[in-house]
């Protein structure tokens, strides 16, 4: 991603979060952004195409991080706390993003349903490692998708809880503690 691109990605991220999607305006965007209305629509021919390539680009980053952490353990019980770990780290590094996320998740409009396939991909990703941990013998055999989503949720619940109360947790306990409340139900 190039400079330019880069800056109209993250002050797009951070007008979509302050104003929200329909509100947003591709003259704020630029504005934020530094850049003319003409570099902008050059670079993306309207705020829909903005918001596909945010999507895009942020769950590329979420992936690679987990991916390039995930790689580092050993167990299967130790990528699960690892993905936990990033996705969380991720979230409170980049409110803004997640805050664009969130609200967006509700409703049929393409770029909502991309949000979603998107998502669906990332669940993908979480059964894989739940699956791994199934044979392994760390957790019992069940609905991994069910699963998945339960500890997606629960991360995103810790993320919003920290971001409404604004607490500065220990990344580490909120992923222990969140580790603990998942296995106590699904522990072998």
Do not use: P
């Amino acid at each position: 991603m190039n400079k330019t691109k880069r800056s109209i990605f993250e002050s797009a991220i951070k007008v979509f979060s302050i104003y929200g999607y329909d509100v947003a305006t591709m003259d704020e965007i630029a504005a934020e952004a530094g850049v003319a209305k003409g570099t902008l629509y050059y670079h993306f021919k309207s705020k829909e195409e903005i918001f596909r390539y945010i999507i895009e680009e942020g769950m590329k980053l979420i992936s690679s991080r987990i991916e390039g952490v995930v790689k580092q353990e050993s167990d299967s019980m130790s990528k699960l706390k690892a993905l936990c770990k990033v996705q969380l780290s991720l979230v409170y590094d980049n409110r803004n993003f997640f805050k664009v996320i969130m609200s967006q998740l509700w409703g049929q409009e393409l770029r909502q349903l991309q949000l979603r396939e998107s998502i669906e991909q990332y669940i993908k990703d979480i059964e894989e490692y739940l699956e791994e941990a199934m044979k392994d013998g760390f957790i019992k055999n069940g609905d991994k998708s069910f699963m998945a989503y339960t500890i997606f949720g629960m991360l995103c619940s810790a993320a919003v809880y920290e971001l409404i109360n604004e607490d500065k947790n220990n990344i580490d306990e909120v992923v222990d503690n969140l580790m603990n409340y998942i296995l106590r139900g699904i522990e072998a």
